[in-house]
């Protein structure tokens, strides 16, 4: 046969925690916060650009000045749009290549 098992008995009451933990838990939760606090002021980005306007970087459009002011982009000659003349022939104008029948 098998042997009874033994339960420990249960009671309801459970002593309190150790207040020497209780102060450890809190001055790690008070040292983390405060560690996390200096870091973000050391590290946060410089606000100096704050007091000049933003800089814009797209060029202007053309759409909203009027006709007798002229555009940025007609002040400058339009570039080539057809591409540069290559060295090699088309396709078309290739000859296929030789082959010794054998």
């Given amino acids: 046969m098998t042997p009874t098992r033994r339960r420990p008995a249960k009671s309801g009451y459970r002593p309190p925690r150790d ?34 306007p933003p800089v814009v970087t797209a060029p202007p459009t053309s759409a909203g000045l009027p006709s007798s002011i002229p555009s940025s982009e007609s002040s400058v000659p339009p570039e080539s749009s057809t591409p540069p003349e290559s060295s090699v022939p088309p396709a078309s104008s290739v000859a296929p290549p030789v082959t010794s029948a054998p």
């Fill in 19 to 52: 207040r020497k933990e209780v102060l450890v838990a809190i001055a790690a939760v008070l040292g983390v916060v405060l560690v996390t606090a200096v870091l973000i002021f050391v590290l946060r980005p410089d606000d100096e650009s704050a007091d000049s």
